[in-house]
């Protein structure tokens, strides 16, 4: 069974910086695409990044470009996305997926095939 835990959320003052992990299970993922989407309320969901799992590849948002950065430990089966520079409109909900292998879309949910349960971002003073 394919889980994906999110964590590292939280509450920071714009300009901070966290940083969430994803723990990945259940199946091998060497051939698979993580991404990272947010919801804020009364909003769609939306992506954020993605990272290829053989590392050969990343890429954002132009929202959060030069500012997030996901990335991954194979050792650690783990997706990470480290945030800086954040801003009160990067509040939402972050979800992290998985889309089994490389090829297709990778910007919208329904590229994906496994999800995380999300974890809350507020960006507030």
């Known amino acids: 069974q394919v889980q994906l835990v999110e964590s590292g959320g939280g509450l920071v003052q714009p300009g901070g910086s966290l940083r969430l992990s994803c723990a990945a299970s259940g199946r091998t993922f060497s051939r698979d695409t993580m991404g990272w989407f947010r919801q804020a309320p009364g909003k769609e969901r939306e992506f954020v990044a993605f990272?290829?799992?053989?590392?050969?590849?990343?890429y954002y948002s132009d929202s959060v470009k030069g500012r997030f950065t996901a990335s991954r430990d194979s050792a650690e089966n783990t997706v990470y996305l480290q945030m800086n520079s954040l801003k009160p409109e990067d509040t939402a909900v972050y979800y992290c997926?998985?889309?089994?292998?490389?090829?297709?879309?990778?910007?919208?949910?329904?590229?994906?095939?496994?999800w995380g349960q999300g974890t809350q971002v507020t960006v507030s003073s």
């Open positions: 997926a998985a889309k089994v292998g490389y090829s297709g879309s990778f910007h919208y949910p329904d590229d994906y095939d496994y």
């Open positions: 990272v290829m799992w053989s590392g050969a590849s990343t």
